[in-house]
């Protein structure tokens, strides 16, 4: 099914390489990299995850600044290895702890090793971090966490200059501490996408919550652990007529549908809303969920565009944070669409504006404001002066946006699904390990109509 797997740097290095089936030639890599880093087909700035170069089909992902990758000449299902190529970065990560260029030339042996395993002759095998752990033998070599910069899922739980206890981030599974003795603990985290589409009045058109309850464990022994969430949680779009008036109150969380891990036990979840279970090894998604009922959505997006004259025009962009004070949103970007007969932009910040810039990218015609950081309940707003390289016909609005806007708020979920408790069976009256639950929300389309 796969001829090749490699993993590519940003700079187009050759990290990892295997060659299953012979089908494809040794320059596959070279030729990939030089069809991403110069895409320039159906008017998009990046590559698709899935392409076609001379019959041999290009898949991958971008994890980490790293490029995973895939070929092959059949007709295979882009779903299933995109998913193999998420799982592969997923059980290295496990193994290495800190998943880098670093990490991965460090440790090549290793990872080579656990290659062999998951895909035999370009079929996959098994993606689980326990069972691998029978197979595979090399001792990984442990890259120092303190000079690591935080990537993907690390810099999710920046608050500043503070940061949340993350060494599961950068922590093998398989490694001990030094001594030979092994801390004991547990991470549980609550990420959610949200996707909203507002009007150009500002109402909203359609709204959505894709969550997971991401885990990572670090105990010894196989204890079972026990996680209650929100007792008021109900599932299932039938019973929203019964939850209408607690939940626009507040109180009660209501799921369209949700699945589990093969090891969640369901005995006392619809009694308690208790998951019950024993941790495998490494990272694993306890829980999925979505949420389509109404809430509250961490931003407001407006904005205005009108004619300033004889080919000129003047936008105006709006944000503001609808969430607590105590919460802050990082790495904050604001897309949007200009006329394709846009010449230049100059742009206005609000005065005393920190950590912002505000660019015009000439080749895609797209406004693009950057904002290190929001503080809950405060306003911001971009101006831009746009001069036009002709006269516009119609409607300028109908030719700009929508605006789209990218960001990451750690310590905040949009559902306000909770973890009450999360108990761990004691297996001495001295076993105390520690418990890490941490809450995010991201944006996955996040879209203002003008």
């Avoid at 309850?213 to 105990?219: P, V």
């Avoid at 799921?255 to 090891?263: A, K, P, R, V």
């Avoid at 969430?323 to 005065?351: C, D, G, H, K, W």
């Avoid at 406004?367 to 809950?376: D, M, P, R, S, T």
């Amino acid at each position: 099914m796969i001829a090749q797997f490699f993993v590519l740097s940003q700079r187009g290095d050759n990290i990892v390489f295997r060659d299953y089936r012979g089908e494809v030639s040794k320059g596959s890599a070279e030729i990939f990299f030089r069809k991403v880093k110069f895409w320039k087909e159906d008017e998009e700035e990046e590559a698709p995850p899935v392409f076609n170069v001379d019959g041999v089909n290009y898949i991958h992902v971008k994890i980490a600044g790293l490029f995973f990758v895939t070929t092959t000449r059949v007709n295979v299902s882009p779903s299933l290895v995109l998913e193999l190529l998420q799982r592969i970065a997923r059980v290295t990560k496990d193994y290495l702890g800190v998943l880098n260029e670093d990490s991965l030339r460090k440790n090549f042996v290793l990872v080579y090793e656990l290659l062999d395993e998951v895909i035999d002759f370009g079929y996959p095998q098994t993606t689980s971090t326990e069972v691998l752990k029978s197979y595979v033998f090399n001792e990984p070599i442990v890259i120092d966490s303190t000079r690591v910069p935080p990537l993907g899922p690390a810099s999710m739980f920046m608050q500043g200059t503070k940061k949340m206890p993350g060494t599961a981030v950068t922590k093998s599974v398989i490694v001990t501490e030094p001594g030979g003795r092994k801390r004991e603990e547990i991470f549980v985290d609550i990420i959610e996408k949200i996707s909203v589409t507002f009007s150009s009045s500002g109402y909203i058109l359609t709204s959505e919550i894709d969550g997971t309850i991401q885990m990572k464990s670090y105990l010894t022994g196989s204890p079972e652990i026990r996680l209650a969430l929100n007792e008021d949680l109900s599932i299932g779009r039938n019973s929203s007529s019964v939850y209408d008036y607690r939940s626009s109150a507040g109180g009660a969380v209501i799921l369209d549908d949700c699945n589990f891990h093969e090891s969640v036990r369901l005995d006392s979840f619809d009694v308690d809303r208790t998951l019950s279970l024993i941790p495998p090894d490494g990272e694993f998604a306890a829980m999925n969920y979505r949420m389509t009922q109404e809430f509250k959505p961490p931003f407001r997006v407006s904005a205005l565009i009108e004619e300033a004259g004889q080919l000129k025009a003047e936008a105006i962009i709006k944000i503001r944070a609808d969430f607590a004070a105590s919460v802050t949103a990082n790495t904050i970007i604001v897309q949007m669409p200009v006329p394709t007969y846009t010449a230049r932009v100059s742009f206005e910040l609000e005065s005393g504006a920190v950590g912002q810039t505000a660019d015009f990218k000439e080749g895609a015609k797209r406004l693009e404001w950057c904002l290190k950081k929001i503080v809950g309940g405060s306003e911001h707003t971009l101006c831009a002066k746009l001069t036009f390289s002709q006269e516009s016909h119609g409607n300028i609005a109908r030719e700009a946006g929508p605006i789209n806007m990218n960001f990451t708020i750690p310590m905040y979920n949009a559902s306000k699904l909770q973890v009450r408790y999360l108990h761990i069976a004691k297996k001495s009256p001295s076993y105390n390990p520690y418990r890490w639950v941490r809450y995010v929300t991201q944006s996955n389309s996040y879209v203002a109509r003008l």
